[in-house]
Nanobody
Framework: QVQLAESGGGVVQDGGSLRLSCVAS????????VGWFRQAPGKEREFVAT????????DHAESVKGRFTISRDNAKNTVYLQMNSLKPEDTAIYYC?????????????????????WGQGTQVTVSS
C-alpha cells in the first residue's frame, strides 16, 4: 500500500507562484510514474504533469507548459509541482497519483484510470 499526502496549496494572486509537494509513504515509489491532476468544480479531473521513476522523463499539459514544472526527489520519496505565473483558471483541487503501469510502453500515462494510488488533494485558489 502507498499513502500519498499533498501539501502546499493555498490562495495566491493572479501571476503568483506555489510549490506543491506529494510525499509517498508505505513503500518507495522510486520506480513508478507519478502524475499531478486537477479538478475544478463541475469539471472532470484533468492531467497536469507526469514524471518517470528516474525523473529523466517528464511531460506537462499544454495549458501549463512553460509555467509549471514537475520534479522529484527520490531520496525523500517526494514529487513536486512548481507552479509559476498562476492564472484564475488554474483554480482547482490538485491531486498526485502513482501509476503501477509501465507507462513508457503506453506512450505515457495521461489518463486518471492509469493511476492506482491517489492522495486526498490540496486546494489551489488563484484570485484575479
Amino acid at each position: 500500500q502507498v499513502q500519498l499526502a499533498e501539501s502546499g496549496g493555498g490562495v495566491v494572486q493572479d501571476g503568483g507562484s506555489l510549490r506543491l509537494s506529494c510525499v509517498a509513504s508505505g513503500r518507495t515509489v522510486n520506480n513508478n510514474f507519478v502524475g499531478w491532476f486537477r479538478q475544478a468544480p463541475g469539471k472532470e479531473r484533468e492531467f497536469v504533469a507526469t514524471i518517470s521513476g528516474s525523473g529523466d522523463s517528464t511531460d506537462h499539459a499544454e495549458s501549463v507548459k512553460g509555467r509549471f514544472t514537475i520534479s522529484r526527489d527520490n531520496a525523500k520519496n517526494t514529487v513536486y509541482l512548481q507552479m509559476n505565473s498562476l492564472k484564475p483558471e488554474d483554480t482547482a483541487i490538485y491531486y498526485c497519483a502513482v501509476s503501477l503501469l509501465y507507462c513508457q510502453g503506453y506512450g505515457g500515462c495521461y489518463e486518471p484510470i492509469k493511476y492506482y494510488y491517489w492522495g486526498q488533494g490540496t486546494q489551489v485558489t488563484v484570485s484575479s
